[in-house]
T-cell receptor
């Protein structure tokens, strides 16, 4: 699986958009980009995934660059409850459940 | 519907003992995977099961084992516990292998 690089930490004001970047320069053509988050002492929570088109759901938007070497997770209106560690993972779909977690980005949302 | 259920939530064991952790996947989910989370190593993949068969295994010693039952429930076992096995053990299930995984709250194991 391709490796990902994320900034270790970010801050965001409540109500503002949180933009979390992820580099995955060695991603293969059949690998998807997945985002999970982990709120302190809880199990990781699935957020969103995509292949090459931008994706949006009730939680977030995922913007993948045209060359697929990087992506950005956008939380449009961050709340205090969005404070968590966010993990960007690339994996082949329908092949395995194995997720390779990096160190993620610790997002702190402040009032 | 109910999420992934892991039991027990907390456990304290002594070095040398063995432990069994249980995971009940979301109803209808057939794929179960296990992870270990420690402050030093982060989240690491242990193994995954689909239709009672282990499909993939992480880089852990043979003391770590698991199984899946016909109802998709899964157990993992750690024998001859070491202090370094103290961790949060997480189970995740998915409808089919490779689809988005939903995690349980985990079992926090402390080895003393």
């Amino acid at each position: 699986d391709a490796k990902t690089t994320q900034p270790p930490s970010m801050d965001c004001a409540e109500g503002r958009a949180a933009n979390l970047p992820c580099n995955h320069s060695t991603i293969s053509g059949n690998e998807y980009v997945y985002w999970y988050r982990q709120i302190h002492s809880q199990g990781p929570q699935y957020i969103i995934h995509g292949l090459k088109n931008n994706e949006t759901n009730e939680m977030a938007s995922l913007i993948i660059t045209e060359d697929r070497k990087s992506s950005t997770l956008i939380l449009p209106h961050a709340t205090l409850r969005d404070t968590a560690v966010y993990y960007c993972i690339v994996r082949v779909l329908y092949n395995t459940d194995k997720l390779i977690f990096g160190t993620g980005t610790r997002l702190q949302v402040f009032p | 519907k109910a999420g992934v259920t892991q039991t027990p939530r907390y456990l304290i064991k002594t070095r040398g003992q063995q432990v069994t952790l249980s995971c009940s996947p979301i109803s209808g989910h057939r794929s179960v995977s296990w992870y270990q989370q420690t402050p030093g190593q982060g989240l690491q993949f242990l193994f995954e099961y689909f239709s009672e068969t282990q499909r993939n295994k992480g880089n852990f010693p043979g003391r770590f084992s698991g199984r899946q039952f016909s109802n998709s429930r899964s157990e993992m076992n750690v024998s001859t516990l070491e202090l370094g096995d103290s961790a949060l053990y997480l189970c995740a299930s998915s409808l089919r292998q490779g689809e988005e995984a939903f995690f349980g709250q985990g079992t926090r194991l402390t080895v003393v």
